[in-house]
T-cell receptor, first 109, second 112 residues
Framework: RKEVEQDPGPFNVPEGATVAFNCTYS??????FFWYRQDCRKEPKLLMS???SGNEDGRFTAQLNRASQYISLLIRDSKLSDSATYLC??????????FGKGTTLSVSS | DAGVTQSPTHLIKTRGQQVTLRCSPK?????VSWYQQALGQGPQFIFQ???????QRGNFPDRFSGHQFPNYSSELNVNALLLGDSALYLC???????????FGEGSRLTVL
């Protein structure tokens, strides 16, 4: 079983749609969780950290369920500029970040 | 404030050759991590350097080696290149081992 697994993509949605990405991780000792965004042929960039209580940043909401070892990212009112690959990332304390394969989102007008 | 810089940006090698990739971390960062990203895959952790020593290593063969210099810059060396080594090699820096990672734009290696 892979350490971090994400929904297979791609997700093709119209502008204004709400889209949700799911991610599961295998190591129950994982302590930090993130969503990174990667544009085509560019480097990954941190989108947001994920906290146990859930957190929101504008149109983006991240949630964590430690019991189920599950992380989600919700994007509301999708924009064309949201088109990218979204990478689920986890790590244990003091260890390297482990990336999922990524889920590609394509928002069309 | 310069971010993470990597060189070269693109390179082509043939099987069996050796390659060295270079990385300068973001100002103020002391930890450098290297990742390999094959097409359509997420970044795979190769190793992490801190205080000029390899602190952690992913599941990569000994053909992959690295170095960190006193100024925190780093090199990734790959010997005896295989076709399967073709990928985007990403360098990421952080302050400490678990802080936010800042990535460079990567070095795209093609092995023929």
């Amino acid at each position: 079983r892979k350490e971090v697994e994400q929904d297979p993509g791609p997700f093709n949605v119209p502008e204004g749609a709400t889209v949700a990405f799911n991610c599961t991780y295998s190591n129950s000792a994982s302590q930090s969780f993130f969503w990174y965004r990667q544009d085509c042929r560019k480097e990954p960039k941190l989108l947001m950290s994920v906290y146990s209580s859930g957190n929101e940043d504008g149109r983006f909401t991240a949630q964590l369920n430690r019991a189920s070892q599950y992380i989600s990212l919700l994007i509301r009112d999708s924009k064309l500029s949201d088109s990218a690959t979204y990478l689920c990332v986890v790590n244990q304390a003091g260890t390297a970040l482990i990336f999922g394969k990524g889920t590609t989102l394509s928002v069309s007008s | 404030d310069a971010g993470v810089t990597q060189s070269p940006t693109h390179l082509i090698k043939t099987r069996g050759q050796q390659v060295t990739l270079r990385c300068s971390p973001k100002s103020g960062h002391d930890t450098v991590s290297w990742y390999q990203q094959a097409l359509g895959q997420g970044p795979q952790f190769i190793f992490q350097y801190y205080e000029e020593e390899e602190r952690q290593r992913g599941n990569f063969p000994d053909r992959f080696s690295g170095h960190q210099f006193p100024n925190y810059s780093s090199e990734l060396n790959v010997n005896a290149l295989l076709l399967g080594d073709s990928a985007l090699y990403l360098c990421a820096s952080s302050q400490g081992g678990s802080g936010e990672l800042f990535f460079g734009e990567g070095s795209r290696l093609t092995v023929l």
